[in-house]
């Protein structure tokens, strides 16, 4: 079995976010600051089994299944308040789920 290293991405000042997961294990991660606290929401652009997370300051820490970013089937609150500070996004396969991912962070405080 192949051990993958994570992959840290440059910041994603530029949404949305892309990727593939081309081997079950592999991980990408993004940092994302914010500079003020934020109201966001969480809009996947892509249906698969992919698994997401997002971590930050104070402990925050969640996520699911690509599929069940948002929608009807959605895992996650619709809106999150996020504390200023940087957070670490990771998009990772399990099992044997690979494949491609977009994924959007939308500020709802901007205007």
Request: hydrophobic share 35%.
């Amino acid at each position: 079995m192949e051990t993958f290293e994570p992959r840290l991405l440059l910041s994603a000042d530029l949404f949305p976010i892309a990727g593939t997961i081309s081997a079950p294990g592999e991980e990408d991660s993004y940092r994302i600051t914010f500079a003020e606290p934020a109201r966001v929401s969480f809009d996947t652009l892509t249906a698969n089994e992919l698994d997401w997370r997002l971590s930050g300051p104070g402990g925050i820490g969640f996520g699911g299944t690509m599929n069940r970013a948002d929608g009807s089937s959605r895992s996650v609150p619709a809106v999150a308040d996020l504390a200023r500070g940087t957070y670490t996004l990771t998009i990772g396969g399990s099992a044997s789920q690979t494949g491609d991912y977009e994924f959007r962070i939308n500020d709802l405080d901007d205007d």
